[in-house]
């Protein structure tokens, strides 16, 4: 029986270590991606402060009436929801799909929903949440070009009065021990800049002829900047989640190591007293 044990208990070791061995690997790839998506934030992060504040005068300078900045009067609600493609990331998705939901919950009727990344798409499929549109397959560093095509598609539904408003709820990074969920509105604009009517700033050509592409422009740049600081969170928790398996594996061995021994040590014990009684019965 001894024997039987031991047995086990080294299968038990082997498989643990097994996975030792993987989530190891994967807080490397983790740390190593956060990284470079980290250097890409830090300086799109200046670009997104910059450009805002040049929004905000738009905001503020705009003589005429426009469906960006004084609202199309849609009732409805578009909350876009940035989750990533892949799992093992602690509680990354599931505390943007809980903030989602939490949101959405309370004008039900009059919301709808834009996801980004698979995993979003699966949690709102099990909470009976119907989305728009989907968009997956994200790279580890967000380009344009993904940004780009989640921006026309909500223009598209904003130029139409399919939605009066729209919000983006995502992880916003602070650091690799902090990253928070966050809900901000995109449209229509609102002005961030308290200073900005000090200041007389004039554009050419006006401010209402450029507002159709200068809105482009923006959106694309906060979307961007949102879906970075949403990869940068999902890098920075999936590293922490796996230091923490990796942790808990080390416990697991250590415990398993001296069951191990002792099991060992038993059985060795056993079977010389086992011989030592078969020695002096045969006295």
């Given at each position: 029986?001894a024997?039987?044990?031991?047995?086990?208990?080294k299968?038990r070791?082997k498989?643990?270590?097994?996975?030792?061995?993987?989530?190891?690997a994967?807080?490397?790839i983790?740390?190593?991606?956060?990284?470079?998506?980290?250097?890409?934030?830090?300086?799109?992060?200046?670009?997104s402060?910059?450009?805002?504040?040049?929004?905000?005068?738009?905001?503020?300078?705009?003589?005429?009436?426009?469906?960006?900045?004084?609202?199309?009067k849609?009732?409805?609600?578009?909350?876009?929801?940035?989750n990533?493609?892949?799992?093992?990331?602690?509680?990354?998705?599931?505390n943007v799909?809980?903030?989602?939901a939490?949101?959405i919950?309370k004008?039900?009727?009059n919301?709808?929903?834009l996801?980004?990344?698979?995993?979003?798409?699966?949690?709102?499929?099990r909470?009976?949440?119907?989305?728009?549109?989907?968009?997956?397959?994200i790279?580890d560093?967000p380009t344009?070009?993904?940004?780009?095509?989640?921006?026309?598609?909500?223009?598209?539904?904003?130029?139409?009065s399919?939605?009066?408003?729209?919000?983006?709820?995502?992880?916003?990074f602070?650091s690799?021990v902090k990253?928070?969920?966050t809900?901000?509105?995109?449209?229509?604009?609102?002005?961030?800049?308290?200073?900005?009517?000090?200041?007389?700033?004039k554009f050419e050509?006006?401010?209402?002829?450029?507002?159709d592409?200068?809105i482009?422009?923006q959106?694309?740049?906060?979307i961007?900047?949102?879906?970075?600081?949403?990869k940068?969170?999902?890098?920075?928790?999936?590293?922490?989640?796996?230091?923490g398996?990796t942790k808990n594996a080390?416990?697991?061995?250590?415990?398993l190591?001296?069951?191990?021994?002792?099991?060992?040590?038993?059985?060795?014990?056993?079977?010389?007293s086992e011989?030592?009684?078969g020695?002096?019965?045969?006295?």
């Amino acid at each position: 029986m001894a024997g039987a044990g031991l047995v086990a208990i080294k299968r038990r070791i082997k498989s643990i270590t097994s996975t030792q061995k993987i989530t190891k690997a994967m807080g490397l790839i983790a740390t190593s991606k956060l990284r470079k998506v980290r250097n890409k934030l830090e300086l799109n992060d200046k670009y997104s402060q910059s450009f805002s504040a040049v929004i905000s005068q738009f905001v503020n300078g705009a003589e005429e009436n426009s469906i960006y900045i004084h609202g199309n009067k849609g009732r409805k609600k578009l909350y876009i929801t940035l989750n990533s493609d892949t799992g093992l990331c602690g509680g990354f998705n599931a505390n943007v799909v809980n903030k989602a939901a939490e949101t959405i919950a309370k004008d039900k009727e009059n919301s709808l929903l834009l996801s980004v990344g698979q995993k979003g798409r699966m949690y709102f499929n099990r909470l009976n949440f119907k989305t728009t549109a989907e968009y997956v397959d994200i790279p580890d560093v967000p380009t344009l070009q993904e940004a780009s095509a989640i921006t026309y598609k909500v223009l598209d539904m904003y130029r139409n009065s399919e939605v009066g408003e729209v919000y983006v709820i995502y992880t916003k990074f602070y650091s690799t021990v902090k990253q928070v969920v966050t809900v901000e509105k995109i449209l229509p604009l609102e002005s961030k800049d308290s200073e900005v009517k000090k200041r007389f700033v004039k554009f050419e050509p006006s401010i209402d002829e450029m507002i159709d592409e200068v809105i482009v422009m923006q959106l694309k740049q906060q979307i961007l900047n949102f879906m970075l600081h949403s990869k940068a969170s999902e890098q920075g928790s999936r590293m922490t989640a796996m230091d923490g398996a990796t942790k808990n594996a080390n416990e697991l061995l250590d415990a398993l190591n001296l069951k191990y021994n002792r099991e060992r040590q038993s059985a060795i014990t056993q079977e010389i007293s086992e011989i030592v009684g078969g020695a002096e019965a045969q006295k």
